[in-house]
């Protein structure tokens, strides 16, 4: 006698919710769409760590106003990057699930320019800086 077959596993109603339908994707992806959530998670620390670090330990670099708002645009462009990441980690793994492309990576430009306006900030004022 022929065992009955078995049921697959069924996900949480969380989960399904979520992920709206579709079919599991082959693991390999999934893993990989997680490392690259988790690689925009550690950017998101270090521009945190690096707006602390600019506000604790630049005292005597920069002008109080500027050394707040350099600490502040770091710790917004980390706050940014992390909340976002978990966006795009939920859409990819949607587009691999039903098959569709993948979405466009929003989060590197915005990355890009705001790392591009903390840079000339602090180049500028390492320029302007008396010697």
Do not use: C, Y
Not at 41 to 53: C, D, H, K, S, Y
């Amino acid at each position: 006698m022929a065992a009955p077959p078995e049921k697959p596993p069924r996900r949480s109603s969380l989960s399904q919710w979520l992920l709206r339908g579709g079919t599991d994707p082959d693991p390999r992806f999934t893993l990989a769409n997680e490392r690259t959530f988790l690689a925009w998670i550690r950017t998101a620390l270090a521009l945190l760590a690096g707006g602390i670090a600019v506000e604790a330990f630049t005292v005597d670099l920069f002008d109080p106003a500027l050394r707040k708002g350099i600490a502040i645009l770091l710790l917004l462009l980390a706050m940014l990057i992390a909340a976002a990441a978990s966006g795009r980690w939920l859409t990819v793994e949607r587009a691999m699930r039903h098959g569709l492309p993948l979405p466009l990576p929003l989060l590197a430009p915005v990355l890009s320019v705001g790392a591009t306006v903390v840079v000339a900030i602090v180049v500028v004022v390492v320029f302007l800086r008396p010697a």
